[in-house]
């Protein structure tokens, strides 16, 4: 069934290449032999009909959509059983543990991790420390955070999931993950908690124009580019039905809380066995969505909901608003949600 996915996603995209560029060449063509060959339909029609490669083109198109067809007849009920509906399991208890990854963030970190620390239900607030040679670590631990430091820096998988780890062995039946870069508000909490009630884990999504501040990173490029990416991954979940068990626009957002029994069913996913070394596909931008998708590998409920999103401030350390980083990321994503 993935192998069917890969080929329906492959053979779109060389068809939209051959479509758009069948209409560029002959848009020329019709403008360059003179308007009025283009207005006067009997010669435009004649040229479509005794074009060998218009015929091809339709029937590659017609039979993609046959393909398209057959995928969604072979995930009509595709993840449709009960345990995939509604569920109502309230939570036994409301304690918070969050975990913040943090890397030279001495301009934010304090004031992220007061905003986290004053919210309700929140017991600890963890900050990984990526070893910074700022004031990271004194102003997190300031702030009230309880920090645990690196010997060298790791990479931002490696601290999600040691926050992860870390999270665990407190006894909070809730975990929010989060940056410390100061661009998502702890009040966000409040919004996300009330679906945990229905869903294993609820997810971020910084898409909503009016829920962004103006100057936030953003930008069309990111935007697009999420919006395909959160197609694409529900594609691959896709059931004839509802078009899926995830509807995600946001693909990167870190900002998320999950059950605590949930990221136990998880969190062995990570790693190979019985040793520290991450599973293939794992890397600093796979990570927010190899987490999505682990969840939907175990059959548990992920939801995506809007949540606020401020300026960055401070240095930006992946580099994600320079449109030639934000292009890789985009296609190792891409690649991620084709293979893995
Ligand atoms: N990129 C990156 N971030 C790290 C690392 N270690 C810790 N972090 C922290 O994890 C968070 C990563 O957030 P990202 O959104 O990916 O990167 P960023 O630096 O915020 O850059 P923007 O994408 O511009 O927000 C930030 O709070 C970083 O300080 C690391 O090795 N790389
Ligand atoms: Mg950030």
Redesign the pocket.
Known sequence: MKKLYVILVATFVALLIINISWIIINLFYWSSSGIQEVISSSKLFDDIYYSSYFKWIVWADVSWWILFLVFAKQRRNFKSDLSHYLNHNPLSSKKICVT??????EEVIEKTVQDFVKQEYVEKVIV???HSDDK?VEKAKNAGAHVITKTS????A??WHMGLKEALKTDAEIIVIT???G?YNGYDISKMIPYLENCDMVVGTRMAQVLCEKAN?NDTFLVWGNKFLGLLFQLKYFNSRHLGVTQLTDV?C?YRCIRRESLEKIICDFTKNDTDEFVTGID?VTITIFTTQSAIENDLRVIEIPITFKE?K????????QKNKAFRYGLQIIKFILFY
């Open positions: 913040m990854h943090a890397y030279n963030e990984i420390d990526n990271t820096n790791k990479g931002y490696h601290s940056d410390g870069d661009t990173q990167g870190s600093d960055r401070g240095i930006s350390k992946s580099g994600v608003t």
